[in-house]
């Protein structure tokens, strides 16, 4: 077999050729000097300095490295125009943000049926268990615009209520898949007092109820996408539930009138996370 020298004084089949020492850039600024000889099936390279990974090609560099949710993966980039491929998504961190939507009284509310109002602020911690599982917890908070519309009942009798102050603190369990999220989430719940109130005529009329509870429990599921390093966008329904009122006593046409005490809500809104890796450099 014919065999030739390479740029390193080896011995080479005829087949390999060697080219002339050719210098390149990586994504992160550091030069690769290729002066080995080069094949259709395998690159060799010397460089200036150690790197951790290989060639998937003449030019690419492909290497292992940590991403934000220290899983080690493998990263590609092209050191001809200096981009490094995006690493995966991560979820694990805490967060803050707000949001805005609407309340809607479910049936047999003394809401009445129209929709309200709300905005809050949310925040929480997610942690990335696996590769497509996200678990959390989730504190909320939203205020909402009054609605004393009330039921009317025979007798010129008008009820109305009004809290405008909703709570949660959730846990929640997610799959996620490129930069979205989908998830459930279900917990505590919190109102404040809903204010109840009793006319005949338009005169304040004394009654008695018992019901009116503080504290439920809500569930709920949204879809959350990573639109930026460090920021996310939200789509959720959540549903709240706090028992039910009945009057014991009062005028006549509300004595015995049992009413739901529940809330639906559509809302949208956005975070920031701290501490979440975007794009990055490749790393020697």
């Given amino acids: 077999m014919n065999r030739r020298r390479d740029v390193g004084g080896r011995d080479q089949p005829a087949d390999v050729w060697s080219p002339p020492s050719a210098r390149l850039a990586s994504a992160s600024g550091k030069p690769i000097t290729f002066q080995r000889a080069v094949n259709l099936d395998v690159v060799f390279i010397d460089a200036a300095y150690s790197c951790k990974g290989g060639l998937t090609g003449i030019g690419l560099v492909r290497e292992e490295q940590k991403d934000p949710c220290c899983r080690v993966v493998t990263v590609t980039s092209d050191p001809r125009s200096g981009v ?64 004393n519309n009330g039921v009317l009942f025979p007798g010129n009798t008008l009820v109305t209520t009004n809290n405008n102050q909703l709570g949660s603190a959730t846990g929640r369990l997610g799959y996620t898949w490129g930069p979205a999220l989908l998830y459930a989430k279900g917990g505590y719940a919190w109102r404040d007092n809903n204010n109840i109130g009793v006319t005949v005529a338009g005169v304040p009329a004394a009654f008695t109820t018992n019901g009116t509870r503080k504290d439920g429990y809500t569930v709920g599921a949204g879809l959350e996408y990573m639109f930026a390093p460090n920021w996310s966008a939200k789509a959720e329904y959540q549903y709240y539930n706090f028992g039910s009122t009945t009057f014991t006593s009062g005028p006549a046409p ?31």
Avoid at 257 to 281: C, L, Q, S
């Fill in 84 to 147: 490094a491929a995006k690493q995966p998504n991560c979820w694990t961190g805490f967060y803050i943000g707000g949001h805005l939507g609407g309340a809607f009284a479910g049936n047999n509310s003394l809401e009445g049926s129209g929709g309200r109002f709300m905005g809050g602020v949310q925040g929480g911690f997610d942690y990335q268990f696996a590769t497509n599982w996200v678990v959390g917890a989730e504190a909320q908070y939203s205020w909402l615009s009054n609605n």
């Fill in 254 to 284: 509300v004595v015995g009138a049992h009413f739901r005490d529940d809330e639906h809500t559509v809302k949208v809104g956005v975070n920031y996370r701290f501490g979440w890796g975007g794009p990055v450099a490749t790393r020697y």
